[in-house]
């Protein structure tokens, strides 16, 4: 049964759009199970016909990924209607492909950043990994290629048993690289990674509490947790910045359409909400009984449900279904007991010159979680007053920190 849900205005502010299966590599962790086209994948004019539909619901930023998009000879088509409706447009890619003319190529299109997969610091270890020869130099030269023409690029790392010893390396090494953005991605077990091994919750905890510890040394490079909305938790029970990071947004603000038109809550669960090819994808994300429930907490089970930081984090719902086949129950890689005690809600003023600089930033949906974050940090200090100092300090990738040269990472 559909639950009524909150009067908030909910839209697809961030897509995440699978637009190929086709890859040139066999990862062994692909939640799409990646390597041949589908059977049945939209064409041109369903992709930029579903580029208005996005719009016109709100959506502000775009992922295209695969499988590889590159492989699509209408990549840089779809890429350009979406920049021209005003759609921040960014590429993920393993980066074999990438050259300088692919890259001028994206420029000239509106891409604003690329996403690149890099899941080990050793060349042979990538390779094995990634299913492709060679697959690591031709990533790095990716990531140089990027740069090389303007183009922000995000270092993109899936976390497992098999590669966590690699993680501080992999951190300092896309610092080395002058990426905008290092996101850890949790391993969640599905698609061809049901036969990889996650961490423990312990491990897990470990690792998420070191990574909220290492963002004011690699300022201004973002260090982010995905499919960890825990993260969120441990930088408040810290006092550190994050709190603009994290939180499942999974089927409130966010979702995945697949190559076949399947809409989902996000990509690493296989739930459908709909397809854009039965009926429109304003339809789906207005009317879907699995996108309504989602929007709504109270639907939330176990200690998810009964947790202080529900709000802030609401746990991972694809890693509770690939667990549980129910997506409402409690995220088994977080190891937090509520307390019963409600956080504090006080109320918190922005001065004229910290709401001056929120308002600077272009996408509303970030802008939001960035308000919503510094309020819960300025709270969590005990402040009732949001200066531009303070912002400052609760903001990730803001500032510039001291010189880091240690790549331990947790034990």
Excluded at 107 to 116: A, L, P, Q, Y
Excluded at 318 to 345: K, M, S, V
């Amino acid at each position: 049964m559909s639950h009524p849900v909150p009067s908030i205005d909910f839209r697809p502010s961030l897509v995440s759009w699978n637009l190929t299966k086709k890859c040139n590599l066999k990862c062994p962790h692909c939640y799409l199970d990646a390597g041949k086209s589908a059977s049945r994948e939209l064409d041109t004019a369903e992709c930029l016909a579903l580029v208005d539909e996005m719009a016109d619901l709100g959506t502000e930023m775009v992922i295209l990924t695969g499988g590889e998009p590159l492989l699509r000879k209408d990549i840089y088509e779809i890429a350009s209607a979406a920049s021209r409706r005003g759609l921040w447009v960014v590429m993920g890619t393993n980066g074999v492909l990438v050259t300088d003319a692919v890259a001028q190529k994206m420029v000239e299109c509106g891409v604003k950043g690329v996403g690149i997969s890099i899941d080990s610091i050793d060349a042979a270890r990538h390779d094995a990994f990634r299913g492709g020869k060679n697959a690591w130099h031709h990533s790095v030269r990716a990531l140089e290629t990027c740069r090389r023409h303007g183009l922000e690029v995000l270092v993109q790392t899936t976390v497992m048993e098999e590669n966590y010893d690699e993680v501080g390396d992999l951190l300092a090494f896309a610092r080395d690289q002058g990426a905008w953005s290092f996101n850890l991605y949790l391993l969640v077990q599905t698609g061809r990674g049901e036969t990889m091994t996650e961490l423990s919750s312990q491990r897990t905890e470990s690792l998420l509490t070191w990574l909220t510890e290492q963002q004011e040394r690699y300022r201004p490079m973002l260090v982010r947790s995905k499919c960890a909305p825990q993260f969120k938790r441990i930088a408040y029970e810290q006092g550190l910045a994050g709190l603009e990071s994290g939180g499942c947004m999974a089927g409130t603000h966010y979702c995945r359409i697949t190559p076949e038109g399947n809409v989902t809550p996000c990509p690493y669960t296989v739930e459908i909400a709909g397809n854009v090819l039965d009926s429109s994808f304003t339809e789906v994300w207005e009317s879907a009984p699995l996108l309504r429930d989602l929007r709504d907490p109270e639907r939330l089970e176990g200690r998810c449900g009964a947790c202080e930081y529900r709000d802030l984090c609401g746990g991972c719902r694809c890693r509770a279904y690939a667990h549980t086949g129910n997506i409402f129950a409690e995220d088994p890689a977080c190891p937090h007991q509520p307390t019963g005690e409600r956080l504090t809600n006080a109320a918190v003023r922005w001065s004229p010159a910290a709401r001056a600089r929120l308002e600077r930033i272009p996408i509303a949906f970030i802008r939001r979680k960035l308000e919503s974050g510094i309020e819960a940090f300025a709270r969590r200090q005990g402040a009732d007053v949001i200066t531009a100092e303070l912002m400052e300090e609760g903001m990730q990738g803001s500032g510039r920190g001291p010189v880091f040269g240690s790549r331990a990472r947790p034990s």
